[in-house]
């Protein structure tokens, strides 16, 4: 089973930028879906964005035009560039696999640990 660890999350301010890594131990990312989530306090954790294999990648429209997912297959790396950060965006960050893509957080069977993201206001 693939291992997945985020790092990259942290503190900053509204309009700032912060760029998340995901990456997989244990298997490659190959084939199925990669997706990141988010959840803030109080709330579900929600789809944000997520790939496709090989080549799809989808965004929620809360970070549409803000947020871009990229890929290095050499380090079995996905990153989440965050760009023009808003305090809504605070939450815990995590990247998941599923076996076939969905929207839905239900689909994806493999988390990584998470990351805190807080941008202040």
């Known amino acids: 089973q693939v291992q997945l660890v985020e790092s990259g999350g942290g503190l900053v301010q509204t309009g700032g930028s912060l760029k998340l890594s995901c990456v997989a131990s244990g298997r490659t990312f190959s084939s199925g879906s990669m997706g990141w989530f988010r959840q803030a306090p109080g709330k579900e954790r929600e789809f944000i964005g997520g790939?496709?294999?090989?080549?799809?990648?989808y965004y929620a429209d809360s970070v549409k035009g803000r947020f871009t997912i990229s890929r290095d297959d050499a380090k079995n790396t996905v990153y989440l560039q965050m760009n023009s950060l808003k305090p809504e965006d605070t939450a815990v960050y995590y990247c998941a696999t599923a076996r076939s893509f969905s929207f839905s957080r239900a689909q994806y069977d493999n988390w990584g640990q998470g990351t805190q993201v807080t941008v202040s206001s």
């Open positions: 790939i496709r294999w090989p080549l799809t990648i």
